[in-house]
């Protein structure tokens, strides 16, 4: 396993510089032709000074590329999508931040979220360019032990302002139900995860069964929520103790569970530490039953914070399981061809079942 997990994620950075040569040699032409028909840019630098300084490792059908005149700190984000799926996804963020934005209550906060400087068309495809905000990757630097706590605990306090503002008590109606649970299973057994475990549609019945009967009429916290809230798409100071900005709100909602974001950072986070894969830690809690102790007194802080009323912990990360196989399948199918990645996130879970 260790050394298919290593060829695999050898081909995945060959194929990653691959797509980065394909994007700067066939972009890198159109950047001054796009820059030209953007006020605010040309203000900064002439046109034909600007250039792709950095093509952003994704396996997405979003191509992110940092952009920027030559010899200038300023920088800019371009968004290319590949499908209409991608396309479909930074439309909704942008009716995301729209929202936010709007939104009196969050008062300074928002100063965190992405600022849409321009959208066009290229090719026949839209693009979009957006302000880069400052501060580093927080998953860069969480890979230093000595901040890894930092970065963690400034990332929490952020995401639960977002929550604390936005928080309403709701009860589990069908609607609700469909949302978090029996949509996100209809999708899994539709698609070709299923053929990897034997017994697959069997468990993912029962799981359907028992959430529903566990949540349902069940008097819940909810609000608005990141939906990918792991440490790459938050923005730090360098020393972890500050968040500048939180990308990526493709997959926010405003009527959703805010422990989905807590576990989606904790396990995140541990990844980082361990190198494991997201579901084998997933898997791992669900056998054990029970966070660690510094994860711990962190979940129970956030539930009191919000009243108490999170989903039990196996149901909180059953749903998220869900959630995250879900968006997986909209906008990274290339990971269902990688038995590595399909044994580790869907199999082992589904034995831990």
């Not at 209809?186 to 990897?196: D, E, G, H, M, P």
């Not at 968040?243 to 990844?271: A, E, F, H, Y």
């Amino acid at each position: 396993m260790l050394i298919m997990k290593t060829v695999i994620s050898w081909l995945s950075n060959l194929q990653a510089s691959w797509r980065s040569k394909y994007i700067v040699s066939h972009i890198s032409p159109l950047i001054p032709q796009m820059v030209k028909s953007v006020p605010r840019l040309m203000e900064i630098a002439p046109a034909d000074n600007w250039e792709i300084q950095h093509v952003n490792h994704s396996l997405t059908d979003m191509d992110v590329l940092v952009i920027g005149p030559r010899n200038s700190p300023f920088t800019a984000i371009l968004h290319l999508p590949a499908s209409q799926s991608a396309i479909l996804g930074f439309e909704h963020q942008k009716k995301i931040c729209a929202s936010l934005q709007a939104d009196t209550r969050l008062g300074e906060w928002r100063r965190l979220l992405p600022n849409l400087i321009h959208e066009g068309q290229f090719q026949d495809k839209p693009y979009w360019i957006v302000e880069r905000l400052p501060g580093i990757n927080a998953a860069d630097v969480m890979l230093d032990p000595n901040k890894r706590q930092i970065a963690l605990h400034s990332s929490l306090g952020v995401v639960e302002r977002l929550h604390q503002i936005t928080a309403v008590e709701a009860v589990v109606d069908k609607k609700m139900l469909e949302e978090l649970v029996i949509d996100p299973l209809q999708n899994i057994r539709n698609s070709t995860l299923i053929y990897y475990h034997p017994k697959s549609r069997y468990l993912l019945d029962r799981l359907e069964e028992q959430l529903s009967e566990t949540l349902s009429c069940q008097q819940l916290t909810i609000g608005w929520i990141h939906g990918d809230y792991w440490p790459a798409n938050i923005l730090v100071t360098p020393d972890g103790s500050e968040v500048t900005g939180i990308v990526d709100w493709d997959l926010s909602q405003p009527t959703s569970l805010p422990s989905l974001d807590l576990v989606n950072l904790l396990i995140s986070t541990r990844r980082i530490e361990e190198g494991n894969e997201l579901g084998e830690i997933l898997a791992g809690i669900l056998t054990e039953g029970a966070w660690r102790q510094h994860e711990q007194i962190i979940w129970e802080h956030a539930t009191q914070a919000l009243g108490g009323r999170f989903p039990q912990l196996r149901e909180s990360l059953l749903i998220f399981w869900l959630q995250h196989l879900n968006a997986n399948l909209g906008k990274k199918r290339r990971h269902f061809i990688n038995p590595v990645w399909v044994y580790s996130n869907f199999v082992q879970v589904l034995n831990s079942l």
